[in-house]
């Protein structure tokens, strides 16, 4: 977001490029690749909800934007998109959830 173009009605943003995952074609990526990116996905999200406690509410295959340039790395980036919908997990409950996703992690 760019601060200084912004107003109370209006939000400037970075452009994004890549491909929505909704146009990504079966087979597009390796298997272990799309393993390692779902895992990315996820550990974002959860970050999202444990550590923040403010969460994409509107996930789905158009507001995930795969980045078709690789990083040095060898990685791309995933970007979510569309904040329009999110949600919001007070700390209270956060510290329950805690004890119940290492619970079900194990």
Sequence with gaps: MFRDYCSDRMIVQE??????????????????????????????????????????????PGNLILDDERESDGSSTITLIDFGSVGIVESSMRRLLVPMLIGMAN
Excluded: M, N, Y
């Design 15 to 60: 452009r994004v490029g890549g491909t929505p995952f909704s146009r990504l074609q079966p087979g597009a990526l390796a298997h272990d690749r799309a393993v390692e990116i779902a895992d990315e996905l996820v550990e974002s999200v959860v970050d999202q909800i444990v550590v923040r406690g403010i969460f994409h509410a509107d996930l789905h």
